[in-house]
């Protein structure tokens, strides 16, 4: 029997771990550098919102063995492909937006990790409980930047770090203890071969 190609399955995987890199090496920047321009930051933003948005598409089309990691990446990247795109496109009030709608993505990404994390609890991962807390703390985070409790914009530049911080930890948690490649993977669907009894 033919195995699957467990090529795309690597690709997302290492891009899911470069990109969450990339995540909290933006979070630390912009909570060393909270001066940086609104500019600079939007920018960053929409780049990284689209880049990631690409990655959980090629995520869930990779179909991994347990399919916990990326089972709700087909949503979630097209969402992070559209605020992308308007963060990139949108000039005027680029802050409000970028908060809200950056926070309400971080919110539903850890509502969903928790379930990713309920599930691999489930299947025995024993990762389970580090993916829950990083959920957890990530979705609080998403709230703060949602309602903003402060307005000085250093002090959201730096909830913004963390925010991005958290949500890169919590995606590399996930991807190191969930997606298992497995070189001799069977195909979805086994094709039958049927005969004629005479």
């Known amino acids: 029997?033919?195995?699957?190609?467990?090529?795309p399955m690597k690709a997302a995987k290492i891009g899911y771990i470069l990109m969450s890199a990339v995540l909290c090496m933006v979070g630390i920047l912009?909570?060393?550098?909270?001066?940086?321009?609104?500019?600079?930051?939007?920018?960053?933003l929409g780049i990284l919102m689209i880049a990631f948005g690409?990655?959980?598409?090629?995520g869930y089309f990779s179909r991994d063995l347990f399919r916990l990691a990326f089972q709700y990446d087909m949503e979630f990247g097209i969402l992070l492909?559209?605020?992308?795109?308007?963060?990139?496109l949108k000039f005027q009030n680029v802050m409000n937006f970028i908060f809200v709608a950056?926070?309400?993505?971080?919110?539903?990404?850890?509502?969903?990790?928790?379930q990713i994390a309920l599930d691999s609890k489930r299947f025995g991962i024993g990762a389970w409980w580090?993916?829950?807390?990083?959920?957890?703390?990530?979705?609080?985070?998403?709230?703060?930047?949602?309602?903003?409790?402060?307005?000085?914009?250093?002090?959201l530049t730096m909830l913004l770090?963390?925010?991005?911080?958290?949500?890169?930890?919590?995606?590399?948690?996930?991807?190191?203890?969930t997606v298992k490649i497995v070189k001799h993977q069977q195909p979805d669907i086994l094709e039958s071969e049927y005969r004629e009894i005479c």
């Open 1 to 7: 029997m033919k195995m699957r190609s467990i090529t």
């Open 30 to 44: 912009f909570m060393a550098r909270p001066e940086l321009s609104v500019k600079m930051i939007g920018r960053a």
């Open 54 to 58: 690409c990655i959980r598409l090629a």
């Open 81 to 88: 492909i559209a605020l992308g795109a308007i963060v990139l």
């Open 102 to 114: 950056l926070g309400i993505a971080i919110l539903a990404d850890g509502l969903f990790k928790i």
């Open 130 to 155: 580090l993916i829950l807390l990083f959920a957890v703390v990530t979705g609080s985070v998403g709230v703060l930047l949602v309602f903003r409790p402060v307005e000085s914009a250093h002090v």
């Open 161 to 177: 770090g963390l925010s991005l911080l958290a949500e890169g930890i919590l995606n590399l948690c996930v991807a190191v203890s």
